[in-house]
T-cell receptor, first 118, second 112 residues
Framework: NAGVTQTPKFRILKIGQSMTLQCTQD?????MYWYRQDPGMGLKLIYY???????DKGEVPNGYNVSRSTTEDFPLRLELAAPSQTSVYFC?????????????????FGAGSRLTVL | AQSVTQLDSHVSVSEGTPVLLRCNYS??????LFWYVQHPNKGLQLLLK??????LVKGINGFEAEFKKSETSFHLTKPSAHMSDAAEYFC??????????FGTGTRLLVSP
């Protein structure tokens, strides 16, 4: 069982370049998320999706786009890379909503993608 | 608005001594709280979660946390540190519809 798989693990971009971070999960989770992790800042939510065809902005969506055409895949696109987007990006998924069964809201994380924009 | 505050950015212990990682939360209602661990170059892994069924929550690898409403705290403890516990630990709160709030993390250093 692979869980959440992210590619690439490392990438260096030049300012203004575009790229897509891939994320796929094999647990049939409805909810998927993209976070960025900056030193000393914890994790910030970029975008999330509650199911195929449905996406919504998180705390820090500017400069990013997402799509969710299938349950399994949730790619994150950077259109015009900027140095401020240098970070470690984590994709995560969960089964369902918060509620009495908090097990539904436990996140499974990918191993991360380290992006440097020069 | 709910927030979580991790009171220490770094904690250093010797192997075999107790571990205490502190987390305070602010919430106008009974919160949902989690502790996640991140080993170097790895994704985050759930250690334990507070479900309101019991105030003392046991997690994996000998960790536990106690929810104290009077102190608005959810500190993580372990009786005896192991070298493999060296990692970064995140206290996480759940505000509402899939809105997780992460603390800034505490790096645990374990010396022989």
């Amino acid at each position: 069982n692979a869980g959440v798989t992210q590619t690439p693990k490392f990438r260096i971009l030049k300012i203004g370049q575009s790229m897509t971070l891939q994320c796929t999960q094999d647990m049939n989770h409805n909810y998927m998320y993209w976070y960025r992790q900056d030193p000393g800042m914890g994790l910030k939510l970029i975008y999330y999706s509650v199911g195929a065809g449905i996406t919504d902005k998180g705390e820090v969506p500017n400069g990013y786009n997402v799509s969710r055409s299938t349950t399994e895949d949730f790619p994150l696109r950077l259109e015009l890379a900027a140095p401020s987007q240098t970070s470690v990006y984590f994709c995560a998924s969960s089964y369902g909503l918060a509620g009495p069964n908090l097990g539904a809201n436990v996140l499974t994380f990918g191993a991360g993608s380290r992006l440097t924009v020069l | 608005a709910q927030s979580v505050t991790q009171l220490d950015s770094h904690v250093s212990v010797s192997e075999g001594t107790p571990v205490l990682l502190r987390c305070n939360y602010s919430s106008s209602y009974s919160p949902s709280l989690f502790w996640y661990v991140q080993h170097p170059n790895k994704g985050l892994q759930l250690l334990l979660k507070y479900t309101s069924a019991a105030t003392l929550v046991k997690g994996i690898n000998g960790f536990e946390a106690e929810f104290k409403k009077s102190e608005t705290s959810f500190h993580l403890t372990k009786p005896s540190a192991h070298m493999s516990d060296a990692a970064e630990y995140f206290c996480v709160g759940l505000t509402g519809f899939q809105k997780l709030v992460f603390g800034t993390g505490t790096r645990l250093l374990v010396s022989p």
